[in-house]
């Protein structure tokens, strides 16, 4: 079974930063999947807020340009989103997800989910 395990959601102070994991260590061929971190904030859909291809190309949502960080660790098949700077509204659930389909560099379809972490950003 594919399991995506996400960790390292925690309560945080408005300008503090976190680092979230995504072990993906169940998935067959990790290094030839494109991944993505999508959130949830209360009462709103889910978004996407950071992906990167297999060839390390990144791309991101306005709001998380400049304070949002996705990167990936093939050898140990982990997906991590460094958040910097982080404000109240990035406060949600944080799910990593493999990609399917793009449109440009948007991902449009997503495959294998896990089951997130909660990030509240609070004073």
């Known amino acids: 079974e594919v399991q995506l395990v996400e960790s390292g959601g925690a309560l945080v102070q408005p300008g503090g930063s976190l680092r979230l994991s995504c072990n993906a260590s169940t998935l067959n061929r990790f290094n030839w999947r494109d991944f993505s971190w999508v959130r949830q904030a209360p009462g709103k859909e889910k978004e996407w807020v950071a992906a990167?291809?297999?060839?390390?190309?990144?791309s991101y949502t306005d709001s998380a340009k400049g304070r949002f960080t996705i990167s990936r660790d093939n050898w140990k098949s982990i997906l991590y989103l460094q958040m910097n700077n982080l404000q109240t509204e990035d406060t949600g659930v944080y799910y990593c997800?493999?990609?399917?389909?793009?449109?440009?560099?948007?991902?449009?379809?997503?495959?294998?989910w896990g089951q997130g972490t909660q990030v509240t950003v609070s004073e």
């Open positions: 990167i291809r297999l060839n390390d190309d990144v």
């Open positions: 997800a493999t990609v399917r389909r793009w449109i440009d560099d948007r991902p449009l379809e997503f495959g294998y």
